[in-house]
């Protein structure tokens, strides 16, 4: 179905979190299990060279450096007070469809926001790059 396969490219939700996890350090018995990283908000964001690192799915903060000992809410909570999943501080399934709702349009804003600052800084070397363009002709006359 196409509206979730939108849906798990956001990782809203934990099953698409789980599932995102192609490699990782820790097995199931470990505090930072994929299900547990994935039940506190993280989606595998690694690469084959390194695989523990993950970011929220809400507001976007990556860590690694993981360690088996590492509690992913604690870590969570620590490293990004101000996301909106760690205000709450409870996995999907014990949350109010009124919540769950509210971290949806957060984490729409938070793609959004990222998107445009990309826009911005594309914009910003575009411009630099023709201003150098301009002075290289004008000095050349
Ligand atoms: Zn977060």
Not at 18 to 47: L, N, Q, V
Not at 87 to 116: I, V, W
Request: hydrophobic share 30%.
């Amino acid at each position: 179905m196409k509206s979730t396969s939108n849906i798990a490219k956001i990782f809203l939700l934990q099953e698409d979190r789980e599932k995102s996890f192609k490699h990782w350090p820790y097995k199931d018995d470990k505090k930072c299990s994929i299900r547990k990283m994935a039940e506190a908000g993280f989606y595998w964001h690694g690469t084959e060279q390194e695989i523990d690192i993950a970011a929220c799915f809400v507001c976007g903060k990556e860590l690694d450096g993981w360690e088996e000992s590492d509690d992913p809410w604690t870590e969570h909570q620590k490293h990004a007070p101000q996301c909106a999943f760690v205000k709450y501080g409870r996995p999907e399934s014990d949350l109010t469809c009124e919540e769950f709702g509210h971290l949806m349009m957060a984490t729409m804003k938070m793609r959004l926001q990222n998107q445009y600052t990309q826009m911005k800084t594309n914009a910003k070397m575009f411009t630099e790059k023709k201003r150098k363009e301009m002075e290289k002709l004008l000095r050349t006359q």
